[in-house]
């Protein structure tokens, strides 16, 4: 089973993401951060499950409501690790 990891900078993705929301829909923030961690660990049995971007990485997109959330991952096969590099919302212009 691939392991899956947080890169510091798609922590910190989470981290803002989630005080937008403490500050915009407090009884959405737990819920929405709770979203976003299950469908990352979908990538432990289907590691290629992102679509295909630039430079060999995926990109996994979560769906919330009507809108939803990107998360940028490479896939080492040989390790057998995805690396979650970046996380925004899908109404974001591009990744932080």
């Given at each position: 089973?691939?392991?899956?990891?947080?890169?510091?900078?798609?922590?910190?993705?989470?981290?803002?993401?989630?005080?937008?929301?403490?500050?915009?829909?407090?009884?959405?923030?737990?819920?929405t951060?709770?979203?976003?961690?299950?469908?990352?660990?979908?990538?432990?049995?289907?590691?290629?499950?992102?679509?295909?971007?630039?430079?060999?990485?995926?990109?996994?997109?979560?769906?919330?409501?009507?809108?939803?959330?990107?998360?940028?991952?490479?896939?080492?096969?040989q390790?057998?690790?995805?690396?979650?590099?970046?996380?925004?919302?899908?109404?974001?212009?591009?990744?932080?």
């Amino acid at each position: 089973m691939t392991r899956w990891l947080l890169a510091p900078e798609a922590a910190d993705n989470l981290d803002r993401l989630t005080e937008f929301l403490q500050e915009t829909a407090p009884n959405m923030a737990v819920e929405t951060v709770d979203l976003i961690l299950d469908a990352l660990g979908v990538l432990a049995r289907h590691p290629r499950m992102g679509r295909p971007v630039r430079s060999g990485l995926r990109e996994l997109v979560i769906s919330c409501g009507r809108t939803g959330y990107l998360a940028l991952y490479s896939h080492d096969e040989q390790a057998d690790i995805a690396l979650v590099l970046a996380i925004r919302h899908q109404r974001e212009q591009d990744y932080h």
